[in-house]
């Protein structure tokens, strides 16, 4: 979110602001019921309506934030699968599902699919379509298997 317009609405709106956290206070202190987080929640929602935050707008950057978010850590599992290439164990069943593992990484799949299940680190980032890199990454890891199991 731009610091700009939270710099501006803060400059502009400071009494309200003020007077805002004063109630909540008070709220917070007097009541001692469920009301209290009803009316704690009615002055929040009151307050970025009035600074004209909309809830579109919140999930606006929200969805803004996870997509940076994914797209940071598929770039960071892409460089993992490049360095970890060489360590990359491949197995797979008779029915043609198989599974990549590296010390950072894993990857799940099935033969004659386009897509694969990731995880970094235990973190699964969702479907990835079979790209140049990924498919260099299975036959790497196939590579490594060969060679292991040959020994």
Known sequence: MDTQVWSDFLQQNWLVIVIALIVLFVVLNLVKTMVKWALVIIIVVAVLVYSGVSLEKIKDVANDVTTETVDKLKSEATNIMMKEAKEAKYTSDAVGNFSITTPNL??????????????????????????????????????????????
């Not at 260099?136 to 292991?148: C, D, G, P, R, Y």
């Open 106 to 151: 894993e990857m799940k799949g099935q033969k004659g699919k386009d897509k694969v299940e990731v995880s970094l680190r235990g973190v699964a980032l969702g479907q990835w379509k079979i790209s140049d890199t990924v498919e260099s990454f299975i036959a790497e890891a196939k590579n490594n298997s060969n060679v292991t199991s040959g020994k």
